[in-house]
């Protein structure tokens, strides 16, 4: 079954990855024509910061930070969180995602370099203990679980335990920094359930319908890549080339609970779904067909069928979610005022 659940906690929001803003991709058949590739490092050689060499290619520096070829190479292979704060649209070419994930990379130093002047450090002992939390998750023996970070593209198990500790660090000072300043009213609450649901007495729900190319947590940067691809194929035959949705999704739909039904979800309440899947899906229009979607649990093509209000069974459950609603969209504006901020002091080199 699609692996679509409830996020009420808001501030679970701030434990994840921040996605990059990034430009909506050309519409399918009208990509602009591919550029020549310039060999990395060939546009401009400026001094490396202090302390590295140049064993790798480095891409951009934000300040006396390298971001490394291997780096951006090993993130473009990785999957999104569903829960990112800030959405953007799923890049199609190579080179959109190779900008798209430079730029999260760009944040994500600056994040890094914030969170070091304000002294934060996370002890070995936690970092242990998410690294094992993590496996024991993916039901992996170490064994396993090693040879699941090399194909993740990190050459040892040090290696990611320097990346997992680098990403609690940046969590831990986004909650210093910005979650402190998330003040979302009882007022405000009671606006949006007095405007949208008719005072909590009603709620929209969505008959809907997708196909899910899958990524294994266990699936190698090339892997993401190659059921990336698939996604977008899969997106041709249904949006652009027009052929039967119930026939694309018999080749393209590796969702097991829905395959039957050709990918029908049924009637659901967008609190009960992943959250960028849900966005997702109350944005479009009866019939319309989204692009391509990523979640956790790989690549969605969603189409909304139809909506219809129904009696709110539990106001309790509606105003969190409403509740975490505004505190999402309250820090999506001031992550981004934050980052605009940074990146206007800082110095930033990028080669590619």
């Given amino acids: 079954m699609c692996k679509l659940t409830p996020t009420l906690a808001a501030l679970a929001l701030l434990a994840v990855p921040l996605a990059a803003f990034a430009a909506d991709p050309p519409p399918p058949g009208k990509e602009e024509p591919a550029k020549p590739q310039k060999p990395v490092l060939a546009v401009r050689r400026a001094t490396l910061p202090q302390g590295y060499q140049e064993v790798d290619g480095?891409?951009?520096?934000?300040?006396?930070?390298?971001?490394?070829?291997?780096?951006?190479?090993?993130?473009?292979?990785?999957?999104?969180g569903g829960n990112d704060p800030i959405q953007t649209a799923e890049p199609r070419s190579p080179e959109a995602l190779r900008k798209q994930t430079l730029d999260t990379l760009i944040d994500n130093a600056l994040v890094a370099k914030a969170a070091k002047d304000l002294g934060l450090v996370v002890s070995d002992g936690e970092v242990d203990g998410q690294i094992d939390q993590t496996r024991k998750r993916m039901h992996k023996t170490l064994d396993e679980f090693e040879e699941i970070v090399r194909n993740m593209g990190f050459p040892t198990l040090a290696a990611y335990r320097a990346h997992v500790r680098t990403e609690m660090v940046r969590v831990q000072m986004l909650r210093a920094k910005i979650a402190g300043k998330l003040r979302v009213t009882e007022d405000e609450v009671k606006r949006?359930?007095?405007?949208?649901?008719?005072?909590?007495?009603?709620?929209?729900?969505?008959?809907?319908?997708?196909?899910?190319?899958g990524v294994p947590d266990d699936a190698s940067p090339q892997r993401v890549t190659e059921l990336r691809?698939?996604?977008?194929?899969?997106?041709?035959?249904?949006?652009?080339?027009?052929?039967?949705?119930?026939?694309?999704?018999?080749?393209?739909?590796?969702d097991s609970a829905t395959s039957e039904g050709h990918g029908d979800l049924g009637w659901q309440k967008r609190w009960t779904l992943d959250p960028t899947f849900g966005g997702k899906l109350w944005s479009l229009q009866p019939g319309e067909i989204s692009t391509v979607v990523q979640t956790p649990y790989g690549f969605h093509i969603i189409q909304f069928l139809e909506r219809r209000r129904v009696p709110v069974k539990d106001k309790e459950v509606l105003e969190q979610f409403v509740r975490a609603r505004l505190q999402e969209e309250q820090f999506t504006k001031l992550y981004k005022a934050w980052l605009d901020e940074m990146r206007g002091s800082a110095h930033i080199d990028v080669r590619l």
């Fill in 58 to 80: 480095v891409v951009a520096t934000v300040g006396d930070t390298a971001i490394l070829q291997s780096e951006l190479r090993r993130a473009m292979g990785q999957t999104r």
């Fill in 192 to 213: 949006i359930i007095d405007q949208e649901y008719a005072g909590g007495q009603f709620e929209d729900e969505v008959h809907s319908r997708h196909m899910l190319i």
């Fill in 229 to 254: 691809d698939r996604a977008w194929h899969c997106y041709d035959d249904v949006a652009v080339h027009k052929k039967p949705w119930d026939e694309v999704a018999d080749d393209c739909n590796d």
